[in-house]
């Protein structure tokens, strides 16, 4: 059965270099391999290094696809990699590597077979064998001794019941708040549609966590002043939010609007719970917005360890507020941590000198 290959994220002139490098190095390798549209392949190619790549990755793997990255420089978060600029050579290999891994992997072992049944019990029993006897004298008969009844048992003690667990405690949430916090684990439970005054459609999915609307974020920054009711939010009919979500374009990854409401979310300062004299760190190199050019610098001075937001401010030439905004968004989004201090080593007491005679005489 023939692997499938299918390409997506990526604009037309990339898109073609990577189906003729593919053609070539499928050819090369035996046509083990069918290129189909879409994203339903055995292994799907993206650019992770366009700006909507890691996007469709988010989108592949919580759908469980093999990711190839057509990238320019190591990533972790990808299946397999594909190096840029794409050649027919390099495309040889990874398919190869892919055949290779798919050959090697053991094939799941059969049942064991059923064992021999057992031969079922029979109610009759052997021959009895003849036994000679040439002389019976008459024995007394046997005494019978019934044996007193045993005691009864004491009634087993009823266990204890276990003491309840007390209830965790819950977060009371205003039934007017933010959307930022309608977008946590505990705000919408089904698929909503939002819209405030003339602004952009929403189509929010928690469920899946996705959702759709317009590519860039900072025209939403309006959706995110005020606060929200649940009557706000409307429920489509599957059909309606299957025609719109098709309308408005592909789905994105819910964790894009997150780091959206927590980055407004401070206004130029550390949200509450954070040591505004603590360090930051990032964990892991996060996905920074065009509309955001400075986040750059910020995520670059950052990665090079543990630091006070005006550290940061100071080695990327960034104000503070906007790099307490940065760390606001990363620390919801989870790229980012803080660093806690290990406590400073408790100094050694200096040595005294030995007393008595001898030390008398070590000190002339």
Known sequence: MALTLGITGMDRGTEAEVQAAFKAANAETGNKWTLV?????????????????PMSWLRLHAAGCKVIGLTSVDRNQTDFRLPRPVSANDFAVLLSEIAGDLAATPAPAAPPAAST?????????????????????????????????PAEAPAAAAPEPAPEAAPAATRELPPDRPLAMWLEASGLERRVRLQRGAGPVLLIDPRSGVWHGPA?????????????????????????????????????????LQWLGALLAGHGALLPGNDPDGKFRLTKWPQ????????????TAMMKGPATIA????????????????VNANLATGYAESARQAPPEPETPPQKP???????????
Do not use: C, N
Not at 288 to 299: C, D, G, L, N, V
Not at 354 to 364: N, T
């Open 354 to 364: 030995a007393g008595g005679l001898f030390g008398r005489m070590r000190g002339r």
């Open 37 to 53: 549209a879409g994203d339903g392949a055995d292994y799907v190619v993206i650019d992770m290094d366009s700006l909507y790549g």
């Open 117 to 149: 049944p057992a031969p079922a019990p029979s109610d009759h029993l052997p021959p009895a064998h003849a036994v000679r006897v040439d002389h019976v004298e008459d024995a007394p008969a046997a005494s019978v001794v019934l044996a007193p009844a």
């Open 311 to 326: 550290e940061v401010a100071e080695a990327s030439g960034v104000a503070q507020e906007e790099v307490a905004d940065f």
């Open 288 to 299: 920074t917005e065009r509309e955001y050019p400075k986040h750059f610098r910020i995520a």
């Open 216 to 256: 860039t974020l900072k025209p939403l920054a309006a959706y995110f002043e005020g606060t929200l009711l649940r009557e706000d939010f409307a429920t489509p009919e599957a059909a309606a939010w299957e025609s719109e979500a098709a309308a408005i374009g592909a789905a994105q990854p819910l964790a894009r």
